[in-house]
């Protein structure tokens, strides 16, 4: 089965090296924005070479809890998984933002 990068009305890139902006039109909070897409290593190497740990912080504020964050920390192999729990379950708590961590603190128990 070919890859969908070997098909043109698949993959069209701006530049020689597979590189290009795309127009976002999946989600009305990003629609006539564009994002940057490029040709990625293999994924064992991507696994490799990603950081093994991320900071996940939330808001929470509603009429009858005061404004507050939270913060997580997720192992990489975990991060897809935890941010759509999240998003499908958050409520009224929304991400805030997420960055990479080297070494979570021992009190986050992170297997």
């Known amino acids: 089965m070919p890859e969908n990068h070997d098909r043109p009305e698949f993959w069209v890139p701006d530049n020689p090296d597979g ?7 999946w989600a009305s909070v990003t629609q ?3 994002y940057h897409y490029q040709h ?9 070479e990603r ?7 939330t ?5 009858r809890i005061i404004a507050h964050e939270n913060t997580y920390y997720v192992a990489a192999v975990d991060l897809a998984d935890f941010v759509g729990e999240l998003v499908w379950h958050g409520g009224d708590e929304v991400i805030w933002h997420i960055e990479p961590c080297k070494d979570p603190p021992v009190e986050a128990q992170i297997r």
């Open 40 to 48: 990625g290593e293999p994924l064992d190497v991507a696994r490799a």
């Open 19 to 25: 590189s290009g902006w795309a127009n976002v039109d």
């Open 32 to 34: 006539g924005s564009r």
């Open 59 to 63: 808001r929470l504020e509603t009429e």
């Open 51 to 57: 950081p093994r740990y991320y900071k996940v912080v």
